[in-house]
């Protein structure tokens, strides 16, 4: 665990350090196979279209309400549920301000919208779960889900408005149902069906939520591995690796956390420590694998997006262990 002192720890931090090398090697071998296997010719156009749709209409809703059950109780979700503002308030802040900074700096606007999601979430699941745990310890979970439930939630509503309205041809005007049906996503129903037999106090049977669990299990995997075929279908000749990604790069790695860390000293809610702790890391992770789903779903621009969920991964190599240093000197 890492003790909350202002005295850095250098055994824990080597610790922390290879925990997330790992994580982020173990990203960086699942989309090698997803590239072998589009190299090789096995997944073909069709299955292309068809894992992200899986994906999102499938795995990811059962699997967000089996975990609000799971790791949750009526009682403590509705004590705790304020604190997940602090998460939403700061998600809110990084888009807004990387929006304003990328029409400023003349992004492309092709693809501004997804830069300005991609650089606002985080990946709080398969990299935030180790990562959290090497640091703080099994006590800080509870903080994990409630940032975890903030970034989802906003991901899945602004986010994915936000990429649905990049993939929309300029002559197509959305409806109220369609607009209804962007922000009401598939996953966010998941999300909001757990939260209401949650507080209904709805007894769900076991073998259902680990139904759920195990259905779960395929969204990481088969995303990283979609990341993959995707980098292998681009002409890297062409591909975004300028001006733009560097800007969402360092929205994602250096603005996001800064952004957390100001607002949990400014907020009137008082905060533990140790909650303040991980929103910080948390805020600084790598790129959700999804955002290469969803503007691939939604015929955004998904050739940036994979080449940023790539790059974000392999940046966070080194920028996850040094905001654990800066926030254990300074915290």
């Known amino acids: 665990m890492f003790p909350c002192s202002r005295q850095p720890c250098h055994g824990v931090f080597a610790m922390v350090f290879l925990n997330a090398l790992e994580s982020m090697l173990s990203i960086t071998l699942l989309s090698l196979v997803g590239y072998m296997l589009a190299w090789k010719g096995w997944i073909s156009r ?51 301000l990387f929006l304003a900074l990328g029409r400023l700096l003349g992004m492309d606007k092709k693809h501004l919208n997804l830069a300005a999601v991609g650089a606002a979430t985080s990946n709080t699941i398969f990299i935030g ?9 099994e006590q800080a979970i509870t903080h994990l889900l409630l940032y975890f439930l903030g970034n989802t939630l906003f991901f899945w509503t602004v986010g994915n408005f936000a990429i649905a ?29 757990g939260i209401a037999l949650l507080l209904l106090n709805v007894p769900v049977p076991r073998f259902v939520t680990e139904t759920c669990s195990m259905l779960g299990g395929l969204g990481t995997p088969l995303a990283l591995i979609f990341v993959g075929v995707i980098l292998r279908r681009i002409d890297w000749k062409t591909a975004h690796m300028g001006k733009d990604i560097i800007l969402t790069l360092t929205g994602r790695i250096i603005l996001a956390p800064l952004i957390m860390i100001a607002l949990v000293r400014i907020l009137p809610m008082q905060l533990p420590t140790l909650a303040e702790q991980v929103y910080i890391i948390q805020a600084g992770l790598p790129s959700m694998t999804q955002i290469a789903l969803l503007s691939a779903f939604y015929g955004a621009d998904k050739e940036f997006g994979s080449v940023f969920v790539c790059l974000s991964s392999i940046v966070g190599m080194i920028s996850v262990p040094i905001w654990m240093t800066i926030i254990s000197t300074w915290l």
Do not use: C, W
Request: net charge neutral; no cysteine.
């Open 46 to 96: 069709e299955v292309e279209i068809f894992i992200p749709r899986f994906i999102t209409q499938v795995v990811i809703p059962p699997y967000l309400m089996s975990s609000v059950l799971l790791h949750f109780n009526h009682d403590s979700f509705l004590s705790l549920i304020v604190e997940s503002v602090v998460p939403m308030i700061s998600l809110i802040i990084s888009f807004l």
């Open 165 to 193: 309205r990049e993939g929309t041809k300029a002559d197509h005007r959305l409806t109220r149902r369609e607009l209804l049906q962007r922000i009401f996503s598939a996953p966010l129903l998941g999300t909001l069906t």
């Open 129 to 137: 779960i180790p990562v959290n745990n090497a640091l703080f310890g």
